[in-house]
Nanobody
Framework: QVQLVESGGGLVQPGGSLRLSCAAS????????MGWYRQAPGKQREWVAR???????NYADSVKDRFTTSRDNAKNTVYLQMNSLKPEDTAVYYC?????????WGQGTQVTVSS
């Protein structure tokens, strides 16, 4: 059974930082490109970042140079370091496979950027 468990969200002031984690289980994590996604209130879920098994990364323009994703294949975990946070980064953040995301998304972790 596939499980994706996101954690690390919270309330942070503009300009602050957070580090999100996503623990994956139930599939061959190492074989897959993993993605981070977010969904703001009233908006569709959008892609944020992706990381290949070997560590190469790509980012949405809106987060480039502020967010960094990494992974620990030994721990089946992917991370998202978020710096210089802006109010428009407020959303629920999820991880999933980048290609053919699983239907069963995790519960996500709420990130709120506000003064």
């Amino acid at each position: 059974q596939v499980q994706l468990v996101e954690s690390g969200g919270g309330l942070v002031q503009p300009g602050g930082s957070l580090r999100l984690s996503c623990a994956a289980s139930g599939f061959a994590f190492t074989n897959y490109v993993m993605g981070w996604y977010r969904q703001a209130p009233g908006k569709q879920r959008e892609w944020v970042a992706r990381i290949k098994s070997g560590g190469s990364t790509n980012y949405a323009d809106s987060v480039k140079d502020r967010f960094t994703t990494s992974r620990d294949n030994a721990k089946n975990t992917v991370y998202l370091q978020m710096n210089s946070l802006k109010p428009e980064d407020t959303a629920v953040y999820y991880c999933n496979r980048y290609y053919n995301p699983y239907d069963s998304w995790g519960q996500g972790t709420q990130v709120t950027v506000s003064s």
